[in-house]
């Protein structure tokens, strides 16, 4: 799996687009990024993924460079709810070997 | 659908105890993963089962081991608890044959070796 380096912290107001940076600059032309987010004392929870193409589904937007060395989370309306810790993930896929490498996220606090 | 469930949610031992954690999938997966959470290294991948053989393993003593039953479910078990081994315990399920599907973490168990 490709390193990953996000920010360890960002805050976002309720109700404006939160932002979410990660750089995979040593992936590999088969390996997919992944974004998974843990609210406090849950297990993670997949949010979406993507290997080449911009990818959107009703909980985020994800959008990856021509080059794939980085990508980016957009969550158009941050609540309250979505509070919690967020994961990039640059890998070969989880599905058929139940390992993701998890580095240490990204902390978002959405504020009122 | 019910989700992946994990028993217990809570859990206290002594030193030297050993401990046996639970772990049901989404109905119709093949695969269970477990994964270890510290604040200090964050979460880790211990084990991951499909049709009851152990596919692929992590970085971890002998002291973790699991396995899983023909319904899917699974169990980890940790032998001579020691005090860091406190931690949460995830488990993920996925139907495990695709390479790119995603995983389905449970809410956990929360281990405290005093």
């Known amino acids: 799996d490709a390193k990953t380096t996000q920010p360890p912290s960002m805050d976002c107001a309720e109700g404006r687009a939160a932002n979410l940076p990660c750089n995979h600059s040593t992936i590999s032309g088969n390996e997919y990024v992944y974004w998974y987010r843990q609210i406090h004392s849950q297990g993670p929870q997949y949010i979406i993924h993507g290997l080449k193409n911009n990818e959107t589904n009703e909980m985020a937007s994800l959008i990856i460079t021509e080059d794939r060395k980085s990508s980016t989370l957009i969550l158009p309306h941050a609540t309250l709810r979505d509070t919690a810790v967020y994961y990039c993930?640059?890998?070969?896929?989880?599905?058929?070997?139940?390992?993701?490498?998890f580095g240490q996220g990204t902390t978002l606090q959405v504020k009122p | 659908k019910a989700g992946v469930t994990q028993t217990p949610r809570y859990l206290i031992k002594t030193r030297g105890q050993q401990v046996t954690l639970s772990c049901s999938p989404i109905?119709?997966?093949?695969?269970v993963s477990w994964y270890q959470q510290t604040p200090g290294q964050g979460l880790q991948f211990l084990f991951e089962y499909f049709s009851e053989t152990q596919r692929n393993k992590g970085n971890f003593p002998g002291r973790f081991s699991g396995r899983q039953f023909s319904n899917s479910r699974s169990e980890m078990n940790v032998s001579t608890l020691e005090l860091g081994d406190s931690a949460l315990y995830l488990c993920?399920?996925?139907?495990?044959?695709?390479?790119?599907?995603?995983?389905?973490f449970g809410s956990g168990t929360q281990l405290s070796v005093l």
């Open positions: 993930i640059a890998g070969l896929g989880s599905g058929n070997t139940g390992k993701l490498i």
């Open positions: 993920a399920s996925s139907s495990g044959q695709a390479t790119n599907e995603k995983l389905f």
């Open positions: 109905s119709g997966h093949r695969s």
